[in-house]
Structures are given as C-alpha cells and as structure tokens.
Nanobody, 118 residues
Framework: QVQLVESGGGLVQAGGSLRLSCAASGTIFSINAMDWYRQAPGKQRELVATSTSGGRINYADSVKGRFTISRDNAKNTVYLQMNSLKPEDTAVYYC????????????WGQGTLVTVSS
C-alpha cells in the first residue's frame, strides 16, 4: 500500500516562509504527477500547484510568484516552498500523487496545517 507523509506545516507571521514536504513510500513503479492542494475552513478545495513527470508545472494565480513546487524523484518526494506568506494562505495543505502500478492510483496525504498570522 502506498502512503504519503506530509510535514513542514506550522505557524508563521505574514511575510515569512515555510517549506512543505510530501514523501511517498510503498510499492511505486512510477509517478505520473505530484500536486499540492489546500482547503481553508468553509471554502472549496483549491489546486495550489502541480507537477508532472514530464516537467510541466502550474500554479494557482493566488500563489504565483510566491510558491515554488519541486520534486526529488530519487526520494519520491515533492516540496512546496512558500514565501511571502499571507494570512489568506492559512489552510490545510494536502499533497496528491498519481502513481502508476500496473494501473493508475490516486493517493492523498494526511494534510498539514499552515497558519499565517498578521
């Protein structure tokens, strides 16, 4: 069974930085995509950033210029570097990984809370 373990969340002041990590473990033949989502209380889940095995990267308009997604394929890990954090970035952040093990599998992390104070 594939598992995703997230880390790096916490409490920071506006303007600060955090780096989130999401490590996949288990039986993994290949990874098609690794993404970051977030969900604030009472709001719809939002796609923050996505990366594919082919190197395509996309960001939500709200985080462009501030967040950077990156991957370490050798470690099956995806990162989200978050700079110039704003209170509106406060949310639970989830990683999502699409794994190819004879068939496509979608796996979600447990979530990590990011709180940005003013």
């Amino acid at each position: 069974q594939v598992q995703l373990v997230e880390s790096g969340g916490g409490l920071v002041q506006a303007g600060g930085s955090l780096r989130l990590s999401c490590a996949a473990s288990g039986t993994i033949f290949s990874i098609n995509a690794m993404d970051w989502y977030r969900q604030a209380p009472g709001k719809q889940r939002e796609l923050v950033a996505t990366s594919t095995s082919g190197g395509r990267i996309n960001y939500a308009d709200s985080v462009k210029g501030r967040f950077t997604i990156s991957r370490d394929n050798a470690k099956n890990t995806v990162y989200l570097q978050m700079n110039s954090l704003k209170p509106e970035d406060t949310a639970v952040y989830y990683c999502r990984v699409v794994i190819i093990n004879h068939r496509s599998l979608e796996v979600w992390g447990q979530g990590t809370l990011v709180t940005v104070s003013s």
